[in-house]
T-cell receptor, first 111, second 113 residues
Framework: ELKVEQNPLFLSMQEGKNYTIYCNYS?????LYWYRQDPGKSLESLFV?????AVKQEGRLMASLDTKARLSTLHITAAVHDLSATYFC???????????FGKGTHLIIQP | KAGVTQTPRYLIKTRGQQVTLSCSPI?????VSWYQQTPGQGLQFLFE???????NKGNFPGRFSGRQFSNSRSEMNVSTLELGDSALYLC????????????FGQGTRLTVV
């Protein structure tokens, strides 16, 4: 059974600061997805990481994947209030695991 | 391009009743997955359908079932509802391959009283 651990689960930071969210998973997976969820809303696909060493950037967010270390990171550069949301990582575990989501990182960015 | 459409958006049911939720995937997508989201357990995989066949199934009791039609639309059914079934049920569609990028609908908020 695939286990996914995100750190931190809660993060309050000021605008303009940088921070990294970590996603560790327990068994081999060749790809990983990052999603964003706003309160009361659905999941929005942010990044698709399909291979070891993959790095994707969109605006102030950058995601990377190290399949050997079973680690993905989501880096926030010069945070702005609009990035406040809950972020989930999800490697596919397959079978009964499906797309296995971490518990999410609840990010609050204060002006 | 229309996104994933789930109906209804909100439901209130009584314990012991059954409920059917509907999902229309993005046009051209043939895989549909269902997830349950609760504050305590987070996002959990229910099942995945492809070409009208259940391709993968999560660890939920048999009260949770689903099906997919020839037009890729999917329904999930929960029988004998329990209070703990109160959750946001999310449907996601993907092109074809297993565990390719999934696009989520707005969800159905089910409350069991």
């Amino acid at each position: 059974e695939l286990k996914v651990e995100q750190n931190p689960l809660f993060l309050s930071m000021q605008e303009g600061k940088n921070y990294t969210i970590y996603c560790n998973y327990s068994t081999t997976s060749d790809r990983l997805y990052w999603y964003r969820q706003d309160p009361g809303k659905s999941l929005e696909s942010l990044f698709v990481l399909l291979s070891n060493g993959a790095v994707k950037q969109e605006g102030r967010l950058m995601a990377s994947l190290d399949t050997k270390a079973r680690l993905s990171t989501l880096h926030i550069t010069a945070a702005v209030h609009d990035l406040s949301a809950t972020y989930f990582c999800a490697p596919p575990g397959g079978g009964a695991d499906g797309l296995t989501f971490g518990k999410g990182t609840h990010l609050i960015i204060q002006p | 391009k229309a996104g994933v459409t789930q109906t209804p958006r909100y439901l209130i049911k009584t314990r012991g009743q059954q409920v059917t939720l509907s999902c229309s995937p993005i046009s051209g997508h043939r895989s549909v997955s269902w997830y349950q989201q609760t504050p305590g357990q987070g996002l959990q995989f229910l099942f995945e359908y492809f070409s009208e066949t259940q391709r993968n199934k999560g660890n939920f009791p048999g009260r949770f079932s689903g099906r997919q039609f020839s037009n890729s639309r999917s329904e999930m059914n929960v029988s004998t509802l329990e209070l703990g079934d109160s959750a946001l049920y999310l449907c996601a569609s993907s092109l074809e391959g297993e565990w390719t990028e999934a696009f989520f609908g707005q969800g159905t908020r089910l409350t069991v009283v």
